[in-house]
């Protein structure tokens, strides 16, 4: 199948038994989108992958590839590329030839075969390892192999699946710039499944985050990083300090909430009003310390970590609450201290019960 100009997922969900594993998923996407589907264990991000290359059967809504309805369609008449965090090489074919082997089986002629491998080999720059066998490459290497048999067949979309989970750190980053790389020089659609959030911001166009089934917020990076729409989607993001308290005073969407003996000022995520429960989050580096003589909220330093340029320090406030904040000078545990919260980058959430808090 040639390329589309959108490919639409309708409401779909799949059930096991009595459980959905994935429900009402609604999500449009462009040609030459990379798009993230980013979540924890279990959220359902792979049964989405499966339902899109045909894996796996929906049990409710359709999928549609500009007006043709394609859900009902097999694997291989979706001509979607598959990329897996197991690369299933042949482990006794070449290089060259485990790439080679899609156009062969579709039957092309010698000299196209040998032309299309030729660029594809090239691309994720394997030529001087293109006569040596699987079990002769590095991790990145067999997985760059993986790549370039997906993408010679010039597929519509590419789907991958944790692609980079069982490569070391080093290699992860390399991969990721890669991956990156040859989305944009070929232009492909690509889905990307991952639970690591800084692997989802740095590569994807739009993020699905998921929770539980259900998309709880689909955006751009920036969006999402910035403004999560819940706070699962904040704790996702990084938002490390999670605090369940109740609204002290709501004015449009500034709102004071308790902390450390006063009150601090947020920034409303939904409707509000004083006395509600709500969980304010903040991120680690929005809140900092300063000198003792600062205005702020006094705390004791706990904990600290050397991260590189910055510290990672717990403080215990005088109300008992610890917090994860962030200080580029020196300090010790046991030392009192004053922290601040960057203006504007406390959110608060309204609590959907007590089963809904951190
Ligand atoms: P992970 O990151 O761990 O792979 P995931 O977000 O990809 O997780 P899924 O594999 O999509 O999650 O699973 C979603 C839910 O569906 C889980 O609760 C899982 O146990 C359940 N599930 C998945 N496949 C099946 C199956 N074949 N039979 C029954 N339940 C299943």
Known sequence: MSGFGQLRLDGVGRRFGTA????????????????????PSGCGKSTALNCLAGLLPLTAGSIWQDDQRIDTLPPE??????????????????????IAF?????????????????????????????????????GGQQQRVAIARATVLEPSLVLMDEPLSNLDAKLRLEMRTEIRRLHQSLGL???????????????ADRLVVMRLGRVQQIGTPEEVHTRPTTWHVADFMGYRNLLPVSASQVDGDAVTVPLGGTTVNGVA????????????????????????????????????????????????LEDGVRLHARTDRKVEAGEHVTITVTPGRLLVYPSEGPADRP
């Open 102 to 138: 899609g156009l062969r089986m579709r039957r092309l002629p010698k000299e196209e075969v040998r032309r299309r491998t030729d660029a594809a080999i090239d691309m994720v720059r394997l030529e001087e390892h293109a006569g040596k066998l699987p079990g002769q490459l590095s």
């Open 20 to 39: 959905d594993a994935l429900a009402d998923l609604d999500l449009t996407i462009e040609r030459g989108e990379f798009i993230a589907l980013l979540g």
């Open 269 to 316: 995520q939904g409707p509000l009003a004083a006395g509600d429960e709500v969980v304010a989050a903040v991120r680690p580096e929005d809140v900092r310390l300063g000198n003792e003589d600062v205005t702020g909220l006094k705390g004791r330093v706990e904990v600290v970590e050397y991260q590189g340029r910055e510290l990672a320090v717990e403080v215990a």
């Open 189 to 203: 659609t690509t889905v990307y499944v991952t639970h690591d959030q800084e692997e989802a911001l740095s590569m």
């Open 77 to 98: 008449k979706r001509g979607f590329g598959m990329v897996f965090q197991n690369y299933a090489l042949f482990p006794h074919l070449t290089v060259r030839d485990n």
